[in-house]
């Protein structure tokens, strides 16, 4: 049976970390890259391990995802983001999985989401399952221009060793990025016909809160913990906040 493997990452301005992915992928039969327009030295890095490196308009996470997987000419898919690590154990896994698991279209992989150099263990960080490892036939990706995600058609396993996820480099980052995503899921929600009251954003931001940082034990995290349970729910209050704006300039009112 054919086991090559093709991985897949999108980039955008991500020298400064892109080089560190690249470097756990040489295992891979085939690296395809999709550069939406960076500007700083990502394709440049990019081309020392591939030359299949692609320059394209953002078209939002999962149709730029869904164009570089129909590049891949590899029998299975393995998606990665620029910032994350793959290491030998978790290589290692996932060669002797895809021969020994023939039943198999999908992998789920679970993540170690890192802010800093600390491992996040509580407050829904881990073990953060997601699919990331599929056989090209059996997936695709949804349209979603925020949060897009693999479907697969079939029977899914779940791998033991983890992703290395540097989530969370710094707060500046965090929070542009909280910014970025929660206007694109504001978005999102209003293309899909959702609709909020003025009560939204805050009864999300704080039922959020406490799910992370209480039940979820995200306090035991210490301040890290802390700093991420508050920047997630303050993501969802903009998110709602930002689609009922949406709502008002369209002239729309709305209820949960």
Known sequence: MNNTISAIIITHNEADQVERCLRGLSWCDEIVIVDSGSTDETVAIAKKYTNRVFIEDWKGFGAQK???????????????????????????????????????????????????????????????????????????????????????????????????????KDLTTRIEKLNSYSSLSARQMLLSGKTVNSFSPLIHCASLFIKDYIFRLGFIDGREGFDIALLKSLGVYFKYAKLLELQYKGGSDGNT
Do not use: C, M
């Not at 590049?71 to 996932?94: P, Q, Y």
């Not at 789920?108 to 600390?118: A, S």
């Open 66 to 168: 869904q164009s570089a997987l129909s590049k891949a000419s590899g029998e299975w898919i393995f998606t990665i983001d620029a910032d994350e690590v793959i290491g030998r154990a978790l290589t290692e896994e996932i060669l002797y999985s895809i021969k020994k698991e023939q039943s198999a279209i999908g992998f789920l992989i679970p993540r170690k989401n890192l802010y800093g150099e600390k491992w996040l263990r509580f407050g829904g960080q881990y073990p953060d399952y997601i699919l990331r490892l599929f056989r090209k036939k059996a997936g695709k990706f949804t349209e979603s221009i925020v949060h897009e995600r693999v479907i697969v058609e079939g029977e899914t396993k779940k791998l033991k060793t983890p992703i290395i996820h540097y989530a969370f």
